[in-house]
């Protein structure tokens, strides 16, 4: 199946793949767009048979009778045995293989995400695994992570805006949510778009398979500034690139995380 897909994402010029499960995601556009084009083309070919079948000089009388034939009947029925299984053998489980099936956290590569009019927050939880206490009731200006001070959890925490972080070939747990409206986390070259609702926690994963740095854009309208959401980047470093960087930043949870 691999070759298949790469060969006809070459010829379709499709977006670069950083992800294990987007080679799923783009054999189901490869497959809709061969049937959406077998559609295209026996229409245009029925459409062109009916205006020379059916011409004025050879029909001069309406026929009252209409087609006797069921063969327009079994080519509906064949489209729509193919879309089922288009949609009950690729699509679905697919979006189940994604929604439901979370990798385990201690695996993984875990950050918590929250947008904002106009970028993104990344949270870590830094050498130690744990998430520092967060409390909605502690959010302002200030303190947007709405952190309870002095919690010891919290003090490695690594945040960062706009400019995040994963390791290559290991799974990747995001925890999104947003500040403001409804925004949407795409990134296109690792095949993944998932809302970020205010008050919501969504889980989303995805397993990056190519180094690289990957643009984040924003999938919903969310504002006058919407499209500069397209600043944030992802970038998929080795696992010694990413543990460098990790100590780095040094923990103290105060790396700059500015409003814009
Ligand atoms: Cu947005």
Avoid at 141 to 157: Q, T
Avoid at 218 to 230: E, I, V
Avoid at 232 to 248: C, I, P, R, Y
Wanted: glycine fraction near 8%; hydrophobic fraction near 45%; proline fraction near 4%.
């Amino acid at each position: 199946m691999d070759g298949f897909v790469d060969f006809w994402r070459a010829v379709m010029g499709m977006p670069i793949l950083a992800s294990e499960h987007g080679h799923k995601v783009d054999y189901l556009v490869v497959v809709m767009h061969w049937l959406m084009a077998a559609l295209f083309v026996g229409w245009i070919l029925f459409f062109g048979y009916v205006l020379v079948r059916f011409r004025k000089s050879k029909n001069p009388k309406a026929s009252y009778q209409g087609v006797k034939s069921h063969a327009s009947s079994y080519i509906e029925v064949a489209v729509a045995v193919v879309e089922m299984v288009l949609l009950f053998g690729l699509a679905i489980p697919l979006w189940s293989q994604m929604v439901d099936k979370v990798p385990a956290e201690n695996e993984s590569t875990v950050m918590r995400v929250i947008a904002q009019q106009f970028g993104w927050n990344a949270r870590y939880p830094g050498k130690d695994g744990v998430f520092g206490r967060q409390d909605a009731k502690r959010i302002s200006l200030d303190n947007k992570w709405g952190d309870v001070p002095d919690d010891e959890n919290g003090k490695d925490d690594i945040k960062v805006y706009n400019d995040l972080k994963v390791v290559v070939n290991k799974p990747v747990v995001v925890h999104l949510s947003s500040m403001d409206v409804i925004h949407s986390f795409k990134v296109i070259a690792l095949r993944v778009c998932q809302d970020a609702i205010p008050g919501m926690n969504i889980p989303l994963w995805f397993k990056p398979i190519k180094e690289g740095r990957y643009q984040i854009n924003c999938a919903q309208l969310c504002g006058t500034g919407h499209y500069t959401m397209s600043g944030g980047f992802l970038t998929v470093l080795s696992q010694a690139e990413f543990d460098a960087w990790e100590a780095s930043q040094g923990g103290g949870g105060t790396t700059a995380t500015s409003f814009e």
